[in-house]
């Protein structure tokens, strides 16, 4: 966790508040989500989430309490008591921090729709952010 001065801290938390975690106003990136891992690990019909390096996010309790799906490369992270999904570990260390589960606002907000070529029929995308059909092309920044 870095701790430089007027890091602003986000909390978040799981549906049954058993698992709480900071994580630093800081995010790489954020966007939405509309490939079908996304959508059927959420069972929504897109995944907003936020890009972090796991150093600046710390689980403040419930540590014990996380259901892991995947890897030590990828993971779902999910609270085993109500199922929440917190976050995603991904490639390299970072994080995508599952938006939903944010109690403090962020100052990121998503800026993308991502994988919409697999978004589901019944959703009408209705705003004017940039859709990508996969992933979005950009340097990204360790
Ligand atoms: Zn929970
Ligand atoms: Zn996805």
Known sequence: MVQSPGNRRLRGNC???SIRYEVSDAFVFAANCHCSACRRATGAAFKPFARIHGKELLVTQGEGNFLTFGNNQASDERCKTCGSLLFSRVERGFVHVAMGTLVDSPSI???DHIFVGSKASWFTIADDLPQHHGHVERA???
Do not use: A, E, R, V
């Open 15 to 17: 549906l049954c508040g």
């Open 109 to 111: 907000s998503p800026t």
């Open 140 to 142: 990204q920044p360790d």
